[in-house]
C-alpha cells in the first residue's frame, strides 16, 4: 500500500472508531485517534477527545481508558481491518463493558459484519448479552454445558429442545399440527385464541390495569410474564373458554380459571 492509501485507511478507520465509541460511554466523544510513538516512530499511541457538551474538551491516551473501552475499539478495529469474507472469533467479547451496553454492542457487530462480509463468532457468560441478542438470533446461539455423565463438554443448539425444525423426528407431523391450530386461530375456531381479540387483550386500558397491578405482585415474587399469562387466562375464561396452562410451575398452574359447565346434550324423541 503507498503511504497516501494508508493515510485514508487510518482516516476511515478513526472517523469509524469516533462513531462508534460516542455511542458507548456517558461524556462525549469528540474524536479518536492514533499517533506515532517511539524513537523509530513505528509504534502508536491512542488519544481520545472527551468532554460534556458545552464544557471544555481534553485529551486522553490509551493509559486513561478503561478496558471496555479499549477491548471495544480493539474489536471495532478488527472489525474494519479484516479482508471481506473473513472468519473474526472473539473469546468473551462483552468482557469490561456495562451490561446495559450489550444492545450496542450486538449492533455494531451485526452491522459492521454485513457491511465488510465478515462473519463473527463470539463467546460469552453474561445473559445480558442473550437478551440484547433478542429472539431473532436464536438460530444463531449455541450454548456449551458439561455433561453430567461423561464430563464432556458438549454444544446445543439454543432452539434444539423446543424448536420443531430442529426435532430429531416427526418434523413434518409435528409443523403440520401446529399450522393446524394457527389456522384455527386466525378462523376464531374455538376453543383456540382468536388473533383478533389481542387489540382487546391489550388494549390500553388493559394495559393500564396491569401496570398499576403488577408492583403489587412484583413484592409477592410474581413476574410480570406471569401477571400477563394470568391476565391472558381469565380474559378467555370469562368468555366461556376452556383453559389449560401447560406448565410444572403449580403457582402458574393455579391461575387456570374454572372450566364452564358442560352443556347437556339433548336427547333424541325416542
Known sequence: MTKKSIDVLKTEVEKTLTHYLKTLPERDIKRVWTEPV????????????????????HEIDAR????????????????LIRPPGSLLVIEEVDNGLHPSRASLLIEMLRTLGKERG????VTTHNPALLDAAGVRMFPFITVAHRDSVTGASRL?????????AQAPHSRKERAEALADLICK???EVTP?????????????????????????????????GDA??????????????RVEI??????????????????????RPG
Open 64 to 79: 486513561g481508558m478503561s478496558d471496555g473501552t479499549l477491548r471495544y475499539l480493539a474489536i471495532v478495529t478488527a472489525m
Open 246 to 267: 401447560l406448565t410444572g410451575d403449580q403457582g402458574l398452574k393455579a391461575y387456570e380459571p374454572a372450566s364452564p359447565p358442560a352443556i347437556p346434550r339433548r336427547r
Open 156 to 164: 446445543t443448539h439454543i432452539e434444539t429442545g423446543n424448536h420443531i
Open 228 to 241: 400477563t399469562i394470568r391476565d391472558v387466562a381469565e380474559y378467555y375464561g370469562e368468555m366461556g373458554c
Open 118 to 121: 465478515i462473519d463473527v463468532i
Open 185 to 187: 386461530s386466525a378462523d
Open 192 to 224: 383456540w385464541a382468536a388473533f383478533a381479540h389481542q387489540t382487546e387483550l391489550w388494549s390500553p386500558a388493559r394495559l393500564k390495569t396491569l401496570a398499576d397491578t403488577w408492583p403489587g405482585l412484583a413484592a409477592q415474587r410474581i413476574s410480570l
Open 38 to 57: 517511539g524513537k523509530f516512530g513505528t509504534d502508536a499511541m491512542l488519544y481520545c477527545e472527551e468532554g460534556w457538551a458545552g464544557a471544555p474538551s
